[in-house]
């Protein structure tokens, strides 16, 4: 029996699997580009629901979904080949029109440029050149790599990209004007408290407010210990004043610190109660 029938045939997880040419270093740069997509997915969206659990962000990660979700159904619809270099590459047992790589990254070029000029979100519109300067040239780059490296026909990338654009388009208008209603209701719901869900469209800048958030958070957190810190002072005073009155009620020591008391206080029952001393310190009672 032959090895070919031994063993069934291998296939790839074309998932992170990019092959470029080798000693072509624009190539290598460009297969890094192609696996944009899937730093976006992991890094980002799974990494925003573990830290942040914004109802936007969820919402957007949902669109994406649904986005590569019609993209396969095209797919398998129209069954338009990918181009003759394809073969090169081992990757060609699926269907490239219309690509998903380009659709994926002009989906989530247009509904970030969307959430940065209306303001949702933790970008505010003065932050708006990372759209210019990062997310659209990622965007274009994608498409061009799968055509460079031998994925995709231009045809079949420029159908993805405008594809993407209009599924993300009308995905912000949805979730924006139809379903933004009830992010309130889903904050409030069992699932929404379980797993600290919540919505900051109505902040126009969330970093801003996270920001001045955290330094008055800091600022009162230090006020709070400054507090505690001369609530334990007065406290350890007024115990080791009320134990020297009560074994050298004519020392010296304890003359000095009853002294340090009244400056501290006027007499008061609190102590008396606590330390078996006749009066003590009622200006700290709230304090002690």
Known sequence: MS??????????????????????????????????????????????????????????????LISQFINEIIKTSVQQARPETCALLEMCDS??????????????????????????????????WVVGLLVWPLAILTMYSRVYLG???????????????????????????????????????????????????HIPNVLKFEYENSRAARQHSRIEGA??????????TCRAVAFLNEVYPNHSISQIMLSLSRELGQPGPECARDWHIGEWLPGFLSLV
């Open 151 to 201: 994925y995709h026909t231009v045809v079949q990338v420029f159908a993805g990209a405008a594809l993407g654009a209009v599924l993300g388009g009308g995905w912000f208008w949805v979730v924006n004007s139809l379903l933004r209603c009830y992010f309130p209701a889903i904050e409030e719901s069992a699932f929404g408290r379980f797993f600290y869900v919540k919505d900051t469209s």
């Open 227 to 236: 507090v505690a810190g001369d609530h334990m002072i007065i406290k350890t």
């Open 95 to 128: 269907h490239g029109w219309p690509s998903s790589h380009a659709q994926y990254m002009f989906f989530f070029a247009v509904y970030f440029t969307l959430l940065t000029y209306y303001k949702i979100g933790i970008l505010a519109r003065k932050q708006f």
């Open 3 to 64: 090895n070919s029938h031994a063993y069934p045939p291998l296939k790839a997880v074309t998932l992170t699997h990019v092959r470029y040419q080798r000693g072509d270093q624009w190539g290598h740069f460009l297969a890094w580009i192609s696996l944009v997509p899937v730093f976006i997915s992991l890094g980002g969206f799974v990494s925003h629901f573990i830290f942040r659990r914004e109802l936007q962000g969820m919402f957007f990660a949902l669109g994406m």
